[in-house]
């Protein structure tokens, strides 16, 4: 595993929104049937996490129960009768887009006050009746990567959205016979920024130990953590623990591995990568699980990310200031440096990637 | 829409982030033409740019041309033309020249 990545998710996921360039973030909650989503979202916007957020919650069935446990959340939506990433895919667009004119409007009322002041966005500091980011509870029965892709063809929620985290939950008791039966839950495993195993305190301190191995050989970059009731719960180290012996699954029978290009390495450039991972992800779209990177470009520092193929427009970082850090903490070089470093290199990672391949094919097709 | 070419408005690809003024685009088209035409060489396809219309064209052997208005176009039009998907990976790729 590269070892870059948790850097890489530190930028993802440590709560400090790094610019959307004006897109409203999005975090696509999931993992499978009686998972324990709503419990979950019920204790972090209890906990405060998640302000000012706008949740939708999707459930395939046409009794809705999920909202109830939701009542913490400022503003709710319900989608019933039917997974958003499959056959109520219509209708989860249309609210999607609805909360986008929703927000627009709310930022156009606010923009013509006199006293507006442009920096003192997100919106939801001043207008505490509006909300700053959208919460997506899916379906027990939905791909995060289908949703991705929902909002990547679709030309208003492309422009308005950008998907902040993916956050897969597994069931602690039951995860492991989802995990050696449930195609669908491997694929959420997959596409995870941050995976949490709930009830977790129902499962002995090895086993839960063995499931994180688990998880960590199908998600080689996900945060891994645990849950009670929607609290953390300790979990133990897995790094030595033995994963399951996970038997194959059509599709989903090679395990995905990472690896890590250096951009610059030999002289590769925006221009390289550019084309040669469009052409890749068009090729193979179905074998690239993820792609991470930050790489320079005229206009800035650019964070590029993909769920399968479908690639995120990439979004501006600001640009770091080494001097700023080194002074803070010489020792140690502070977090600046450790932007620096993870500048300039790409993780992918996949099934079957024959990275001497792929390292020959870089070579080959992107540097003069 | 574009007058030329009639490509409608759309969001811009990922791949075309990265540039603020015309120049670095215009830059950015013409490096990015020849590693185009180093991926569709093995598939006897070629691609051209000649910067007045938005978009590259992509060129079969025997006259056929295809206006493509961003990379993912580009990629699908040559997999159509090639009659396989243009594999930065596979053998026929990284074949010796």
Redesign the interface.
């Known amino acids: 595993m590269c070892k870059i990545s948790d850097s890489f998710n530190r930028k993802e996921t440590g709560g400090k929104k790094t610019g959307s360039n004006g897109r409203l973030p999005l975090t696509i909650v999931s993992g499978f049937l009686g998972a324990g989503k709503s419990t979950w979202l019920r204790h972090q916007l209890h906990e405060g996490c998640f302000s000012h957020s706008y949740v939708v919650v999707n459930e395939a069935a046409d009794i809705p129960v999920d909202n109830l446990l939701l009542h913490k959340a400022e503003h709710v939506t319900l989608l019933t009768g039917g997974c958003g990433c499959c056959q109520n895919r219509e209708a989860l667009r249309d609210i999607l887009r609805h909360l986008c004119q929703l927000y627009d409007e709310a930022r156009q009322s606010l923009t013509s006050s006199s006293n507006y002041n442009d920096e003192q966005f997100p919106l939801a500091q001043n207008v505490p009746a509006s909300f700053a980011q959208i919460v997506l509870e899916t379906s027990g029965l939905a791909s995060p990567g289908n949703i991705a892709a929902l909002i990547e063809q679709d030309?208003l929620l492309?422009?308005r959205l950008t998907i902040d985290n993916v956050i897969v939950l597994l069931d602690a008791v039951h995860g492991r016979a989802q995990l050696e039966t449930e195609t669908l839950v491997r694929t959420q495993i997959e596409a995870a920024t941050r995976l949490v195993i709930t009830k977790a305190s129902n499962l002995a301190e090895q086993e839960l130990a063995r499931l994180g191995a688990s998880l960590r050989q199908l998600n080689p970059i996900a945060e891994i953590e645990a849950a009670e009731f929607g609290e953390n719960f300790a979990l133990p180290s897995f790094s030595n623990a033995l994963p399951f012996i996970l038997p194959r699954l059509s599709s989903t029978d090679i395990p995905i591995t990472s690896l890590c290009l250096d951009i610059r390495e030999g002289g590769g450039?925006?221009?390289?990568l550019?084309?040669?991972l469009?052409?890749?992800l068009?090729?193979?779209g179905d074998d690239i699980i993820r792609v991470k990177g930050v790489?320079a470009?005229?206009?800035g520092r650019?964070l590029?990310q993909s769920v399968r193929h479908i690639?995120?427009?990439?979004e501006?970082l600001p640009e770091i200031d080494l001097t700023r850090d080194m002074t803070r903490d010489p020792a140690t070089h502070g977090s600046a440096s450790i932007d620096a470093a993870t500048d300039d290199h790409l993780i992918l990672l996949g099934r079957g990637l024959?990275e001497a391949?792929?390292r020959?094919?870089w070579r080959?097709?992107?540097l003069? | 829409m574009c007058g030329a070419c009639g490509f409608p408005s759309?969001?811009?690809?990922?791949?075309e982030?990265?540039?603020?003024n015309p120049a670095?685009r215009l830059r950015?088209r013409y490096?990015?033409l020849?590693?185009?035409n180093?991926?569709l060489k093995p598939y006897g396809l070629s691609a051209m740019d000649n910067g007045a219309v938005a978009g590259y064209q992509l060129m079969a052997q025997g006259g056929r041309r295809v206006l493509c208005q961003d990379?993912?176009k580009l990629?699908?039009e040559a997999?159509k033309l090639a009659g396989e998907?243009?594999?930065?990976?596979?053998p026929r790729?990284?074949a010796d020249a």
Do not use: K, N, Y
């Open positions: 030309p492309v422009r450039d925006w221009a390289g550019s084309v040669w469009s052409a890749l068009a090729a193979r790489v470009t005229p206009t650019l590029l690639v995120q427009p990439p501006i024959d391949r792929i020959h094919s080959r097709f992107t003069s | 759309r969001p811009g690809h990922w791949t982030a990265g540039t603020t670095d950015l490096m990015r020849a590693l185009i180093r991926l990379l993912e990629w699908q997999a998907a243009i594999d930065p990976l596979s790729a990284l």
